[in-house]
């Protein structure tokens, strides 16, 4: 095991497992640094390019095909974290108000190194998923915004590698507009 395959199980230990924060991060951690994927391909993935099934991550990039196998520590398996990412993000296309999803996330159990792997079946995105981009942008008051990943060649990269919003100015209510923004 290299010292980077070190590193990044220790990372995955680290890293909250509670919320959908933790899991979206979980994701970015498997996407980077376990499938080897740079910023501008991971920021232009949708969901139906990540495919989990009997202890396998399938991940269609345009630089081809990767594959990332279960681990016997929940939590440090890949797929089960893009899968736990993939639930949240077809939650959000079944309930638009994010206390719905805030809810089911915070009932479930924390992932600990023996929690069931949900990698072991099936798990596609949705059908109202599949077109919406892995990673959405998100707001500053933590919501996702379903954004699809349908883009015409004129629309370029996405404001930051990631796919996040560029940050807006923000001003108090009632500043006059000094500097022409």
Do not use: F
């Not at 994701?27 to 396998?56: Q, Y």
């Not at 077809?90 to 600990?112: E, F, H, K, Q």
């Amino acid at each position: 095991m290299t010292l980077e395959q070190i590193r990044v199980q220790e990372a995955l230990r680290a890293l909250p497992s509670a919320g959908w924060i933790g899991r979206r991060d979980r994701a970015v951690l498997v996407l980077a640094h376990m499938a080897g994927l740079p910023e501008e391909v991971i920021a232009r993935l949708t969901a139906a390019d990540v495919m989990i099934g009997e202890g396998v991550a399938t991940i269609t990039a345009p630089t081809g095909v990767i594959t990332l196998a279960a681990s016997g520590d929940a939590l440090i398996c890949a797929p089960c974290a893009l899968a736990r990412w993939l639930h949240v993000l077809n939650m959000t296309a079944v309930y638009p108000d994010r206390c719905v999803i805030d809810a089911v996330i915070a009932r479930g159990a924390p992932l600990s190194a023996n929690s069931p792997h949900l990698c072991e079946g099936t798990y596609p995105a949705s059908d109202s998923t599949g077109q919406l981009l892995l990673l959405p942008p998100i707001d500053r008051w933590g919501l996702i915004s379903a954004i699809s990943a349908q883009r015409s060649p004129r629309d370029g990269p996405p404001a930051t590698a990631l796919g996040h919003a560029k940050p807006r100015l923000h001003r108090p209510l009632g500043a006059r507009n000094m500097l022409g923004r």
